[in-house]
């Protein structure tokens, strides 16, 4: 039964028109599914600032396969939290990251899937949809005027089916992919994301227009849309880039979304989710104002901000908390290399920046926690330590139980890291400037 335009928990049922993503959400990650309590509280805050944001827990199968675990235990986790806080609000699972070969244990636990086709990006496409993609999109080609983006986009014939050509192949599969879980779960029963921010060149507001007009070809009923944006989003640390541009783009971006909606009847809850990769606070001012300006929705995804609030929490209660968060850096250091692999596109560690573990081992927690915590107004805070840390999250998984009984030994601290961090430094300024 649904209430209010959202589904309570545990039911499972869709509306009559779907399941139906609010304007405003935020994708909390919860690497060791012991958080989802505080950040439950840091949306309960929101609320009670008055603005609705509905928490969604992903977790990408990257990130499954180096800790061990299984989506299954995501949603025992964030069912768990919503029923012994008293959320009636609606949340969601999110399949974060998810291709043909990796969806398969998703479907059940899951009712959000995020569908990531960026590897397909630039295979080309056969000149027979190239072709009949440009013939079915005349309107893409010479001057497209979008409502509130004040210069007109200026295109030709070979432009769009360039971008066709470079994008068609992905949205294919992405509809390939849709259609699959759509099989499994019944149609209107999940909220599906298209995610391409996992590539190398960024994509321009007309291309992500492109790129719509093709996801509503495929039928695909997106209701969140994750382009590359300009820039770089390093995990774990703030925005490098242009701030101006990215302004200007994320806002051209809004319209783009907007006018497709219009256009080509996707979703009209459609938004940008915008896959920080935590902490980009500088940008998160622009986001405030263009969805503010425009009343557009946003997805905000700050995962790994989480796992770092609890090792901050556990240094600040001393003791054998610090002690176990000496130890991972101790072990992270010692492993840099096989931990940076995986996201050697995403992290920028200055090895000369790198504190040796011994000094580390004499740190009082107030120094471990200044070295960490993301401030950049305190002159002991590192980008290396703190980047390190945050793909380091393998090192307290080995620890296994150890870890998880130091996380609720200090569960107050912790806890109290984390709310505090996911209101404060990323509901608020998004959601509530
Ligand atoms: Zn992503």
Not at 179 to 188: D, H, L, P, Q, T
Not at 216 to 226: K, M, R
Not at 229 to 237: I, L
Not at 296 to 301: D, I, P
Request: net charge negative; proline share 4%.
């Amino acid at each position: 039964m649904a209430i209010g335009g959202f589904v309570l928990e545990g039911e499972g049922q869709a509306m009559s028109d779907g399941l139906r993503l609010p304007r405003f959400s935020v994708g909390v990650g919860d690497r060791f599914a012991h958080q989802a309590k505080a950040q439950l509280r840091a949306c309960m805050m929101a609320g009670d600032a008055g603005v609705q944001v509905a928490p969604v827990w992903n977790k990408s199968n990257r990130e499954h396969v180096i800790l061990g675990s299984e989506p299954g235990a995501t949603r025992a986790a964030a069912d768990r939290a919503v029923r012994e806080m008293g959320w009636t609000g609606p949340y969601f699972v999110d399949a974060d990251h998810i291709g043909l070969k990796t969806m398969a244990r998703f479907l059940e636990p899951c009712d959000f899937f995020t569908i990531d086709v960026a590897e397909e990006i630039g295979r080309p496409a056969t000149a027979r949809d190239v072709d009949a993609f440009a013939k079915r999109h005349a309107e893409l080609v010479g001057e497209v005027r979008i409502p509130s983006i004040a210069q007109p986009f200026r295109t030709d014939a070979d432009f769009v089916k360039g971008v066709a050509n470079k994008f068609l192949t992905a949205v294919q599969t992405a509809g390939l992919i849709y259609r699959a879980i759509a099989e499994n779960k019944g149609v209107g029963r999940f909220v599906a994301e298209v995610s391409m921010d996992e590539t190398d060149s960024p994509q321009t507001p007309v291309e992500l227009l492109i790129i719509l007009a093709a996801i509503a070809d495929e039928g695909i009923p997106i209701q969140t849309i994750a382009p590359k944006f300009t820039g770089r989003f390093n995990k774990g640390v703030d925005y490098v880039g242009d701030v101006a541009q990215f302004a200007k783009e994320f806002g051209e971006d809004v319209a783009a979304i907007a006018f497709a909606v219009e256009r080509y009847g996707l979703p009209e809850n459609l938004k940008l989710s915008v896959h920080s990769g935590s902490d980009k606070f500088s940008i998160y001012r622009a986001i405030h104002e263009a969805v503010t300006r425009s009343g557009a929705g946003v997805h905000l995804k700050t995962a790994g901000t989480t796992w770092l609030e609890e090792l901050i929490g556990l240094a600040e209660a001393g003791g054998g908390g610090l002690e176990i968060a000496k130890e991972v850096y101790r072990e992270a250091y010692a492993h840099a290399e096989e931990l940076m692999g995986p996201y050697a596109a995403v992290i920028d560690i200055d090895r000369a920046e790198l504190p040796l573990p011994q000094v580390v081992d004499g740190w009082t927690g107030e120094q471990y926690v200044a070295a960490l915590r993301h401030d950049r107004a305190n002159a002991a805070y590192n980008q290396s330590f703190r980047q390190l840390l945050h793909v380091g999250f393998k090192v307290a998984a080995k620890m296994g139980e150890r870890y998880l009984r130091a996380l609720e030994a200090n569960e107050a601290v912790v806890a109290r890291n984390v709310t505090r961090n996911l209101f404060e430094r990323h509901i608020r300024p998004v959601f509530l400037g």
